[in-house]
């Protein structure tokens, strides 16, 4: 498909549907980039190097050597979660992603609810990642984490003004060093194991004093919240989907690609450092950057450390760019009053991308580096799961009327798969913390105040969830499509 023309503003008036004559007029955004592309930005955004080793050394202090096993369970989720990923983002390309998808099959107020969830990701992930690069930067020089993490939200927020085919190959290569670092750590563990394999099957962790306790069903199961959260980022295809030549291929290639090549990155080095850590006090301090350095020396870990650094810089960029296509979106869609949808729908001449929506993302994630977000990244976890639920449901509805016969890429063995994804994810969810259920369920009931007290008021005009004409999925002729592998 040719590319979209580049629209200089939003339209003055937010009365748009999603019939034909209206959506010529709104703002497009440039299709550039193919699978590779696709597959290098989205898993730059899954961060694999990143989540490695600024997220899952927490989980090594609370699950020990059942962090691999955990993480593992959690991919076995993913796959039926990118299955209803690739369906749903072929059958609706929309760089609004859960919310266009779950919003266009379940009505608009499921979608707002989505579009929430989804907007507690997109503040509150590029923060966390990026608080950990001076910790890497330590070999070479001491810096303020806070005020490095601002800087790398900064330095992330200008690149994502750029264009995307630019920003693909510049992550490309950070993502190269990446796993580059990644395979190094699994190379040095699994030449210093200090025990069997058998501790990944029967999982225990420190208990002080030099004694061990066996690691629960229980504990496991509450971990998965944390574990789905290393492994999401492969769902940045379908943000990704008003980018893509020929999204309706594309999109699910990259989704599955994405989730196969970045699951295997995070859990064979997890799997090599616990079987190399030397004791599980070591384990579970989670000093993955000192362990490196303990197997080889000083030299090889600076470099493991200093590839760290730009994967996480990596991360922060490709997250910016992701997130504010969302933001685009929303306003676009007229979820904001009509000023701002205006401003936040405006995509640049030059490079394309949407500005407004960048700074709106970037400028906040800086400042969110300096507030302790630690319990946030509990609620992080826990909105990941509620938005993976709704899209499981969006995926259950997703064959009747007029997108039954719609050309998507159909996943195998529906609806067996969503519907186990809806029983298993609210499992996970009544397993955690009450108050970062708590704190995520108040966060949706505001939204769903200035719903019932802004938007439905203003349905006409307001939250009018669109895909442009020229990415809709055209109706097959005949029968609905066949699964495609």
Known sequence: MANSTVASAAPDRDDRSTTESSTAGTPKLTRSIGVVGGTLLTL???TPASSLFVIVPDSFATLGTGTALTIAVAALLCIGVAFT???????????GGEYAMVGTLMGRLAGWLVFILSLIVVMIVPPIIALGTADYLAPIMHLDPQWTAAGVMLLATVMGLLDLRANAWITGIFLVLEVVACAVVAFLGFTHTHRSASVLVHPVMDAGHGHSTAVTGGLIIAGLAT???ILQGFSTAVYLAEEMENPRRNVSRTVLWTLAIGAAVVLIPVVAITLGAPDLETLGAGDVAGMVQSWSNSGVGTFVSLCIALAIVNAAIVMVIQNSRVVFSSARDAAWPTPANRVLSHVGKRFGSPWAATLAVGVPGAALCFVNLDMLSEVTGVAVAAMYVFVALGALVSRRGAHKHRMAWRMPLWPAIPALLVLVLAWVLWQ?????????GFIVAAAAVYWAVYLRPRQETHWVISVPEDEQAPAAEGAEPSATA
């Open 227 to 229: 574990a789905l959260f």
């Open 44 to 46: 730059s955004c899954l």
């Open 85 to 95: 990923y690739s369906e749903l983002g072929t059958l609706i390309p929309s760089s």
């Open 432 to 440: 955690q913390s009450p108050e970062s259920l708590l704190i995520t």
